[in-house]
């Protein structure tokens, strides 16, 4: 199938410590992202899998122009998003949504379901006969029961899992191509986050959506992308299809995280996490492979070179043990 979007190189570097640190030349940069490349084919379903602070968030604020490349290239339907006219934008913000990871932050609390599901319609041109057919089209799309009953309610009269939907339809509403989901379900109660994932890979598939998916849980990347890359400090250490890294995960990181998903027999014992805890800074990250302070199977080329991705069997690895 045609690639949809192509990132070659992509980097999002970034000065903290503020303005007065700079003057001083005491901040410091943090590449968010750094040189990551691969393609996404048109209704692929691809995980963005991490801890904190891996760049996978900032990766999704990247593909939706919502930040722009300090280097590299991202090219969606053939067009680089930094060069983007600005006729052309609103087009590409039609074209390209976000689904946000808590609903009640991602919603005016004091507009009514009807006005939140209105003003992307409203500031697409849709006329306002049209709206009200468009909105409760979209609430039936992502399974709201009876949806008519929903219009004149406020966000706070609303579930998590009714608002994860209505927040999903209002993504869908203006009929999207891709969407970025960023942990989607993690702020909803474990009872309700099937539903909503269910949801989500139905619409997906009925409308042929092109979909990043954004977490930290492995099971639930697993249960929604075909395909998983795994990003570590900015950079992507393992990308293949998501059978084959839960089956045999082969960088050493990635091993770390499927060693880490919780096994349904509770006899059977495990490392919860086999690299130790906490996040690594991504202020300041080893130098040569960036997994290196964490990896147990660490040797003397780790530290002087950066593993570049390469291919193995069905995947690109980026560790010198491949
Ligand atoms: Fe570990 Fe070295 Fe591979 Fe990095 S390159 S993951 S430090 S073995």
């Known amino acids: 199938t045609e690639v949809l979007i192509s990132i070659h190189e992509a980097r999002l570097h970034y000065a903290v410590g503020g303005a007065f640190a700079a003057m001083r030349g005491k901040s410091t ?59 052309r934008l609103k087009e590409f913000r039609t074209r390209a949504q976000l689904i946000f990871q808590n609903p009640f932050d991602a919603v005016n609390p004091r507009f009514t379901i009807r006005q939140t599901l209105s003003e992307p319609l409203e500031n697409a041109g849709i006329k306002r006969s049209e709206r009200e057919a468009r909105i409760i089209a979209a609430l039936e799309l992502v399974r709201l029961p009876e949806p008519a009953q929903f219009l004149d309610r406020y966000p706070h009269q609303l579930s998590g899992g009714q608002l994860q939907r209505v927040v999903m339809a209002r993504a869908l509403i203006l009929q999207p191509e891709f969407v970025v ?44 992308c075909e395909r998983t890359i795994v990003m570590y400090l900015g950079r992507i250490m393992e990308d293949g299809p998501t059978e084959d890294i839960v089956h045999q995960p082969l960088h050493p990181y990635t091993k770390a995280l499927v060693a880490a998903v919780p096994v349904p027999n509770p006899d059977q014992s495990h490392d919860p996490l086999p690299i130790g805890r906490g996040a690594p800074d991504p202020r300041n990250p080893p130098s040569g ?30 560790c010198h043990l491949f």
Do not use: W
């Open 29 to 87: 940069v943090v590449k968010a992202v750094d040189g990551v490349t691969f393609d996404i084919r048109r209704s692929e379903s691809v995980g963005l899998l991490g801890e904190s602070g891996c760049g996978k968030t900032s990766m999704g604020r990247l593909l939706l122009k919502l930040e722009d490349t300090t280097d590299g290239t991202i090219h969606f339907d053939g067009e680089e998003l930094t060069k983007i006219q600005r006729k």
């Open 181 to 224: 989901a960023d942990e989607p379900v993690s702020m909803l109660d474990v009872s309700v986050r099937a539903g909503v994932l269910n949801v989500f890979r139905d619409v997906r598939d009925r409308l042929g959506l092109t979909a990043i998916y954004i977490s930290h849980d492995l099971a639930l990347v697993r249960y929604v």
């Open 289 to 318: 492979c960036v997994f290196r302070d964490r990896c147990p199977q660490a040797f003397e080329r780790c530290a002087a070179e950066v593993p570049q991705p390469r291919p193995v069997g069905t995947r690109s690895v980026a």
